[in-house]
């Protein structure tokens, strides 16, 4: 699989896997039409393969924007100032027929301690982000955005009234292990019943867990986060007792989380994981 190719596979995962937020809300809900839009027969890869996966995700997405007839892309990360003082910014304005609408761009991955019916509950591999923290400030800043005077004056100053304010977030929640593997999954209200899911266990408990010693896997760099892993990517393929070597090393040199993808004998992805070292654990503030 070329780089061109591994771009497509990652956009008709951004595009079509399901939103992490329920699409009770208009906001959080894909219109109608957006799945309607085709995927383009090329795909230009984006400007980076940017190890800041949001960064990626939003390339990907306008990447697709400018190749696609049907929309405009009219605006990104455009920045709001009232004097001296930036208010914030529109990740992307776009223009679909005769509407122009404001969009909030997301990719996360999130893994359930405590009480998995609570939102602040979900850890980020950086534990001081939670799915609490993101879906809060998506709610009360950056989907609030085009209410502040200063950003109706701007918008004014361009020509464009905002007919729709939309929030594009993907990604996964990881489950405990054993909660994944029997699908007894609890998770909150505000989360769409349908997301991409995975599964979580400690280095200890991956390396007890009887059903993944004969398992293949590999390591998962943050380029390759999004979409499924398949036998035409080229990836280091370990075994079970590889993993604890390598985390053994990481134990010793930082990092708190491990990505990973188990394969099935044909090398294309089973699911997703991520192993955890009690530092994580106990960063997230829970012993």
């Known amino acids: 699989m070329n780089e061109t190719d591994r771009n497509l596979h990652d ?19 894909e219109p109608d039409w957006f799945n309607r839009v085709s995927l383009p027969g090329e795909f230009a890869p984006p400007e980076s393969d940017s190890y800041k996966l949001g960064i990626r995700f939003e390339d990907i997405i306008c990447s697709w924007i400018e190749a696609t007839s049907e929309l405009e892309l009219l605006a990104r990360n455009l920045p709001v100032h009232d ?45 001081r982000d939670t799915l609490k923290s993101k879906i809060s400030r998506m709610k009360e800043h950056q989907l609030k955005l085009s209410e502040q005077p200063a950003a ?19 990604g996964r929640l990881f489950h405990p292990y054993n909660a994944y593997r029997h699908r007894e999954l609890d998770y909150p209200i505000d989360v769409n019943e349908n ?30 986060w999004l979409a499924p892993m398949t036998r035409d990517l080229e990836y280091v393929v370990m075994s079970h007792a590889e993993i604890l070597r390598y985390l053994s090393q990481k134990n010793r040199h930082g990092g708190g989380t491990l990505h990973v993808a ?25 012993d």
Not at 11 to 28: H, K, N, Y
Not at 83 to 110: M, P, Q, S
Not at 152 to 170: C, D, H, M, P
Not at 197 to 207: I, S
């Open 152 to 170: 109706q004056t701007l918008l004014r100053e361009k020509g464009w009234e905002i007919s729709q304010t939309r929030a594009f977030v993907k």
């Open 262 to 286: 188990r394969l099935d004998g044909d090398l294309n992805e089973l699911s997703r994981g991520f192993i955890v070292l009690n530092r994580w654990v106990n960063a997230c503030g829970q």
């Open 83 to 127: 004097g001296d003082r930036t208010l914030g910014e529109f990740d992307v304005i776009v223009r679909h027929e005769d509407k122009i609408e404001h969009w909030e761009l997301a990719v996360k991955f999130y893994l359930g301690l405590g009480d998995h019916l609570q939102m602040e509950d979900w850890y980020g591999p950086d534990p």
């Open 11 to 29: 956009l008709a995962w951004c595009l079509s896997s399901a939103p992490l937020i329920s699409p009770r809300d208009e906001q959080w809900r």
């Open 195 to 224: 997301h991409e899911k995975g599964w979580w266990l400690t280095d200890t408990g991956f390396e007890l867990q009887e059903d993944l010693k004969d398992g293949l896997f590999t390591i998962l760099e943050k380029p390759f």
